[in-house]
Structure formats: C-alpha cells, structure tokens
C-alpha cells in the first residue's frame, strides 16, 4: 500500500523556484521532505508537525535550505508542500517525503517510517 506520493518535481534553472507536494495517508504527527545526491547520504531538509494538536508548531529546517525553502501544509487534506526558492545547482536531488509518528522533529532518515517513491528536481546553473 502506497503512504505517501511526490509530485512537483523538474528542471528549473538556478535563482528560479518549485514546489514540491506531498499527499500522505495515515494519521502521523511529523512529515519530513528527505533529499539524496548520488553517492551521498539522505539528507532531512525540512519538517513540520501534522499531528492533532492545535498548538502551533514551528518547522524544523536543515541550515543548509534554511530562508530559501518553506514548508507548509493543507492538513485536512493530508498535504505537504516544499517551496523552495532560490535554488542552486547543489540543490539537485532526489527529494521524498516520510512520515514519522513520534513525538518531536527529527531530520534524521532512521526516525521516519513510511516513505514516498521520490521525484527528481534538477537546478541547472
């Protein structure tokens, strides 16, 4: 059974923008947008809280896309989006969105469970 799907992915050039969406399926607490270059580890880029609760949660972001990418969610929809802006060649990746049920943020790959298929983003310089 398929948990989460990508979309939003391509090719843009550097300086430009895309946004990533992600539709999720079970009831979780945190989504998390994950990148990966080839031959290096998956990186956490971006979370924010899904959960129930009412009290506002503030994103967790990764330095190195922190004041460039945004994330933000439709909730009653079970929707996640990326909007990263100013992108960079070093910003081609794969990227995937996971869900986690825990109780804090966590960019750390072995802290989400289920995870999407992936889509490419390609920055051109």
């Known amino acids: 059974q398929v948990e989460l799907v990508e979309s939003g992915g391509g090719s843009v050039q550097a300086g430009g923008s895309l946004t990533l969406s992600c539709q999720y399926m079970r009831a979780v607490n945190y989504i998390t947008w994950f990148r990966q270059i080839p031959g290096k580890d998956r990186e956490g880029v971006a979370s924010i809280y899904t959960g129930a609760l009412k009290t506002p949660s503030i994103p967790l972001y990764a330095g190195s896309v922190n004041g460039r990418f945004t994330i933000y969610q439709e909730n009653a929809k079970k929707m996640v989006y990326l909007q990263m802006n100013s992108l960079q060649p070093e910003d081609t990746a794969m990227y995937y969105c996971?869900?986690?049920?825990?109780?804090?943020?966590?960019?750390?790959?072995?802290?989400?469970?289920?995870w999407g298929q992936g889509i490419k983003v390609t920055v051109s310089s």
């Open positions: 996971a869900d986690r049920v825990g109780v804090q943020h966590s960019l750390r790959r072995e802290d989400s469970e289920y």
